[in-house]
């Protein structure tokens, strides 16, 4: 297996791949390297429908030489458990793609990356300012969306300064509010079908199209509620039964 980065005509092969409709697993195959390595880069560099080879090179040599340059600030704590520094912040950089890619705008993904990423769940504001190397403002305003749609909230510590928190509950809300949503587009659909006329070939589509969302709705509620318990589970626990 080749050691060291990836070449551009490695990131032409996994954009030729991509193209060709081929699983990550296929292209790291082709290319003798792990699937993670293929996985981590497509996600770096806008997701399997925007990877580009070349402005991915470009934006790795970019991210190098900014490395390069950045001086090691003293004051940063060495990484809890062990972790490698390199790998949790590539990680912290795939996690902020596919957030934005589910439609968060980049900095609200960045912060929210940052949280899920740390053992406690939270931080402050100035830790967040540190870590992410923004202004004070930034975080306020990436916070303040962020609370608006349930995605973190907001506590005094002992010293009272605010801290901001993920929540665990925060993916079955998202859940519930998908489901509401798609049932909105159901009812939307339905009431077309008594506009357009029912037996007509406008409304029948409009009436599958409501029957297959009602079945997709239902299913996300159910299966958020049935699951629900599994975001409080203790991992360690989980694992002593597996075991």
């Known amino acids: 297996m080749p050691g060291g980065r990836l ?11 991509l193209a060709d409709g081929l699983a990550y697993a296929e292209i790291a ?10 996985t981590r880069e497509v996600m770096r560099n ?39 520094a390199e790998a949790v912040r590539e990680y912290e950089e795939m996690f902020t793609t596919v957030l934005m890619q589910s439609g968060l705008a980049r900095m609200m993904s960045r912060v929210l990356a940052c949280l899920y990423t740390t053992d406690a769940g939270s931080l402050t504001a ?28 907001r506590e ?21 509010a998908s489901a509401r949503g798609t049932a909105r587009l159901v009812e939307t659909a339905r ?5 357009l ?17 009602d079945f997709v709705s239902e299913s996300i509620a159910r299966a958020a509620e049935q699951g629900r318990e599994v975001l409080h589970t203790n991992p360690e626990t989980t694992s002593d039964s597996t075991a």
């Open 7 to 17: 070449t551009q005509q490695d990131r032409r092969q996994i954009a030729l791949g």
């Open 29 to 38: 195959r082709r290319l003798d390297r792990p699937t993670s390595t293929v």
């Open 46 to 84: 806008g997701g399997p429908t925007t990877y580009s080879a070349d402005l991915a090179h470009r934006a790795t040599q970019h991210r190098t030489r900014r490395r390069q340059a950045a001086p090691q600030d003293p004051k940063t704590p060495p990484q809890a458990h062990g972790r490698d």
């Open 126 to 153: 100035s830790e967040l300012v540190q870590r992410l190397q923004v202004s004070p403002a930034t975080i306020s305003k990436a916070i303040a969306f962020l609370e608006s749609q349930g995605l973190v909230r």
């Open 156 to 176: 005094r510590d002992e010293r009272r300064r605010e801290r901001y928190f993920v929540d665990d509950d925060i993916w079955y809300q998202s859940m519930m």
């Open 191 to 195: 009431q077309g079908v008594g506009v």
């Open 197 to 213: 006329g029912p037996g007509t070939p406008a409304a029948a589509r409009l009436e599958n199209i409501a029957r297959f969302l």
